[in-house]
């Protein structure tokens, strides 16, 4: 039996690293080619390592997913830019500062989705976020507050975002690839839940509408919080109009305003 317990007679990669790093200094072990290459990050960032990282990416977190036996989760998207109620004054815009309340129906319906969470001992129901700021952060929030866990996956941007302090630490996740962070949004979803926003909301919301649209996935609840948003930024109507969707699209998605209709429609089809 090895290290790691796995029923193998052969000696396993850990040991190996260890050993190497003990290895005679000389020209030969100190040249990059001798580095091993699972441990070799200059060779696992090679243009044509590509393939090969987006692999990882999807497996490191499917495979922490599952060894804490999380089966379903309830996502939240929603702008980053949104300020908690208590910070609305120090908002950059007034559409902004108008926009606040909608921080606290996330951090609101995130405590009630982990109450019920926490009767199936959090492996139903976990409330997942992209792990920043904004409605993130309120959804992450609410779990907490509610005594659950949260999953946060944020993603490396050119300006420095660190995870929002409320994402359960251990289920704290950070992505080069956007796709392979956008597959793990939805692999698990049992519902999808989307607050106003910008390009990030836009393109995640829109995104996975197509895919169930073209039933490349199951129909979860997909609800949008705050009607009057939602119909000035996009004209459904038009769409409908012109032929580019389907009447019959319109129905993929539900608007609410408060985290207790939220509730209601997840309630319609638990």
């Known amino acids: 039996m090895t290290s790691d317990s796995r029923p193998h007679p052969f000696r396993d990669s850990v040991q190996d690293v260890e050993t190497a790093h003990r290895l005679p200094d000389t ?17 696992l960032t090679r243009e044509e390592l590509r393939p090969v990282r987006l692999q990882l990416e999807l497996l490191k977190p499917q495979m922490v997913l599952d060894e804490r036996g999380i089966r379903s989760t ?24 108008a ?15 982990t109450e019920r969470s926490l009767q199936t001992y959090g492996r139903e129901w976990v409330i997942c976020t992209g792990g920043g700021p904004g409605v993130m952060e ?3 929030r609410g779990a907490e507050e509610a005594g659950g866990q949260s999953i946060g996956l944020n993603i490396v941007l050119p300006h420095e975002q660190a995870p929002n302090p409320y994402v359960t630490p251990d289920l704290s996740f950070n992505f080069h690839y956007f796709a392979i962070r956008k597959m793990h949004f939805l692999m698990r979803a049992a519902a999808v839940c989307v607050f106003p926003g910008g390009f ?12 169930i649209q ?13 009607r ?39 309630g319609e089809v638990a």
């Open 27 to 43: 020209p030969q072990t100190r040249s990059p080619s001798y580095r091993l290459a699972f441990a070799d990050t200059d060779f």
């Open 228 to 266: 009057a948003f939602w119909e000035k930024v996009i004209n459904w109507q038009a769409l409908v109009e012109a032929g580019t969707i389907s009447p019959q699209d319109l129905d993929l998605f539900t608007m609410v305003e408060t985290a207790e209709e939220a509730l209601a429609v997840m």
């Open 74 to 97: 309830v996502v939240l998207f929603g702008g980053a830019r949104i300020p908690a109620p208590e910070r609305a004054s120090g908002a950059r815009t007034p559409g902004l500062a």
């Open 200 to 211: 990030g909301t836009l393109d995640e919301m829109f995104e996975a509408l197509t895919l």
């Open 214 to 226: 073209t039933k490349r996935m199951k129909p979860v609840p997909f609800i949008l919080f705050g």
């Open 99 to 113: 926009l606040a309340p909608y921080y606290e129906e996330a951090r609101r319906f995130a405590h009630a989705v």
């Open 138 to 140: 309120a959804g992450n």
